[in-house]
Each structure stands twice: as C-alpha cells, then as structure tokens.
C-alpha cells in the first residue's frame, strides 16, 4: 500500500450488496479530482462486483490487494467532481 | 360460416373459452414496444376487447375478448398503429431477447438488433412444431436462452494484453469461474474454465483485454410437458454470418427431419445425437 498516498480510508465489509458500492461512491464523492480513496471490502460477491461499478461510474482503480484476512483493500483514484 | 380455426390460429387467434372470443396475440420482436404501439394496443383493448391486455411468457402481448366478426377491423386498427397480430401453431414464434449490450451493463450483443434480424428471417415460417427462439445478452441469463429450441447468448473470447495490464489483481477476483490466475506479473486464463462471461473485461480498469464478442448456441431446449435443458454442441462462435448458417442449419434439419407435432429436441432424439451434431459441425466448419 507504500506505492499509494490514501487520502481516505472506508470500510464497506460492515454492508451488503447494493449497499457496497453506495458507501463507496458516497466516500468518493467526498473526495477531490485525483485524490486516492482506499476501500475495504469483503471476499466473495464485493470484490466480484464493486470494482467493475467503480469503473462504470469513471473512476481509476489502482490495485487490489489482499489483506489475506478475507478482506482486500481497493485504490481508487477519483476521476471527476 | 364456419370457423376455420387452424388459420385464425395462423394469425394469432386464440379461442377462448368464452364463445366467440378470440385472445389475439400481437407481433412483438424482443420484448420491445413503442410507446405508438403501445397506445394503439390499449386503444384496440378498450374498444374491441374488454379493456385489459394479457402478457404472455414470451414477452407478447395478448387482447383477449375479441369477437370474431370484427377481426378485421381489429387488424386494420392494429395496422394504424404499426401492430401485426403474431402467430401460434406449428412454426416460427415470437423470438425473444433481454435488453441486451445497447442498454444493460452485462451485456455482450447486442440482442434487439439479433432478434429483429432473426425474425425478419424466420417468423412465422411453417415447421412441423412450433420452434422457438431467445436470445440473452451474457451468461446472467435474464432471457433463459436454454428454454428454447434455439438459445443464443453473448459472449466474450479473452485473451490478456501485457502492454496496457497494471496488475492491479482485479480481474483475478472479478472472474467466478477461477479461470484466471496471476503469478509474477503475469495473467493466465484456463480456456476449459472460461465461460466467456466478460467479467474479467468488464472490471479491467487499463482495458488490457483483446476480446472477440460471440455468441453460444444451445439447441433442444423444452420448458412445457416435458422439461429439458438446451444443449451446446459447438464452440463459441465469433461472427454473426456463422450464427446465422449454424440456425439455418439446424431449422432445416428440424424441416427435413421432424414429425408433424414433434418438437426439435425430440427430433434430435430419434434421428440421433450424433447426426444433429454432425451436421451441426459441418455447417460450423464451413
């Protein structure tokens, strides 16, 4: 996570789907053009789903990592005000 | 005057139980009506009908209460408003589609355009049973391609590009099938495992996918009395004219093969697997 400056962190394991991806894009839209929003997210059906609707909304995913706890940890570069 | 029931039938008369009543089915291509279309209906429904439409499984719509002297100036009305009755009996029906790639996310073809195309190339054409076709968009299924005699549904052929890949891990997460694998940089597909449902695609945030759009083809599928899974017994296809030689294909082998009032799947089943996918694979290979 070093190779990324996070200027915001949200937790969206404690939701379920479609929920997820509301409390990201809510985190996101807090955030300015190009700032980076580390999210983290659930094994299974988040990780499948989230990344893919996060790029359909125009923002830059970065890298996916793997907490190795069943959690990961999604950077996101906001595209856009 | 008697009734000639099989070509009211023809044109998509339903008799009801209540006498002299027909249910007329309409003319609808993948599920999709035009707001003209749709007033016209409801207009005819008040005036011709008792005031209600009925929607059928396959995505048509049916007026029922038709009285059978004024069919003819239910089709004129219906005409005005760019609405065709549609068919039943023993030949090509309404072929139906999910919204597909021009509208959903998910989706891999574009499915309205297929079932437009489809339908001006077959609808209606005699056959010794009915024979029904779907299409759906991607390997969500929303149309149950399988259902049908003839199923189609997108999809998506992968193979990785390394040039524009961040590594970001997403696709490896993204794909249900576990047909993606990354070790050191590098991104692996299993081709038995994928399923060319797109995912991995559809998630990538650097576009480093080539991809070739197609389409599965299952064939036999029955979801009345007797129940049966459409089967796929061909490989992915990648352009539109080979989808339209494997279906002509397989309906002429239901012409030349079938008994009158015998469906496709049970056709296959008499004349044989093996010479359905025969055939099939010559016309694949071509």
Known sequence: MSDFKIDDNVDI??????????K???????????????????????????????????HQILKLIDNNDGTYQLIVKKVGD | MAVDYATLKKGGFMRQKQKNCFSLRLRVV?????????????????????????LTSRQSVEIPFIKLE????????????????????????TVTACQGKAICPSGCIDTYALAKELDERYFARELPHKFKFGITGCQNNCLKAEENDLGIK?????????????????????????AISISDGIVSVDKDKCNYCGRCVKSCPAESWDTV????????????????????????????????????????FFEKNAKAGERFRFTIDRIGKEKFIKEITEAYNE
């Open chain 2, 70 to 93: 004024q069919i003819d100036d239910v089709k004129k009305a219906l005409k005005e408003g760019g609405v065709e009755p549609g068919v039943c009996g023993p030949r090509v029906r």
């Open chain 2, 213 to 252: 759009y197609g389409y599965i083809v299952s064939f036999g599928g029955l979801f009345g009395n007797s129940i049966q899974k459409g089967e796929t017994v061909i490989p992915f296809i990648s352009d539109k004219e080979k989808l339209l030689k494997i279906c002509d294909t397989a309906v002429k």
């Open chain 1, 24 to 58: 990201a894009k809510v985190a996101l839209e807090e955030l300015d053009d190009g700032q980076i929003l580390s999210i983290r997210l659930n094994d299974g059906e988040p990780v499948q789903n989230v990344p893919r609707s996060i790029k359909e909304e125009g």
């Open chain 1, 13 to 22: 394991t404690d939701v379920v789907c479609p929920v997820t991806f509301v």
């Open chain 2, 154 to 178: 997108g999809g998506i052929q992968v193979s990785w590009r390394e040039k524009e890949c961040i590594k970001c891990g997403v696709c490896e997460k993204a794909c249900r099938q576990g």
């Open chain 2, 30 to 54: 993948g599920g999709n009506l035009t707001a003209v279309q749709l007033s016209k209906i409801a207009e005819v429904a008040e005036k011709f009908g008792d005031g209600h439409v009925h």
